[in-house]
């Protein structure tokens, strides 16, 4: 086998160039149609977990569950439970009262780490409000009045 000059190299890669453009981009257009075919698709909820610290409390009502949208070969994603994944709100970092925007994290666990699966969330983040928490009671001290009647008087001990 010769080697071909530079030149020839660039006439032979030219030559005919139409139907070489023309059948990559078929067997491209080819590849992802086939790609796209054999995905499928599997939707699920799992409960959300918070995390935050004892200084501020929730004082929204917020969506208790997230939606999973897994995308990926049958085999894989049939494979995934909802336990395999878990999604949480971290508050710990929230130390003011007042209305945030705070994103959802992901833990993946078991057969969620394995395939080639995507995975995901629906919201993506969600808007809650961190107020101080109510303080307690004062313990209430009894009346003076209530206090004499309550009062046994000294001769009544003997």
């Known amino acids: 086998m010769r080697l071909l000059s530079p030149r020839a190299l660039l006439a032979r890669a030219v030559y005919n160039w139409p139907a070489k453009v023309l059948c990559t981009a078929l067997a491209l257009f080819l590849f992802v149609f086939h790609k796209l075919n054999t995905q499928q698709t599997r939707v699920f909820s ?75 969330m629906d919201p993506q983040d969600i808007m809650l409000t961190l107020e101080m928490p109510p303080a307690p009671p004062a313990p209430e001290e009894p009346a003076p009045e209530a206090a004499a009647s309550e009062a046994v008087p000294d001769e009544a001990l003997r």
């Open 46 to 120: 799992v409960p959300l977990r918070i995390v935050q610290n004892e200084t501020l409390n929730l004082s929204d009502d917020y969506q208790k569950t997230i939606r999973i949208n897994l995308q990926g070969s049958s085999e894989d994603i049939i494979a995934i439970e909802e336990a395999d994944i878990d999604v949480y709100l971290d508050l710990t970092r929230l130390d003011k009262p007042g209305r945030y925007r705070v994103p959802l994290r992901m833990n993946r666990y078991g057969n969620a780490l394995e395939g080639n699966v995507r995975i995901d």
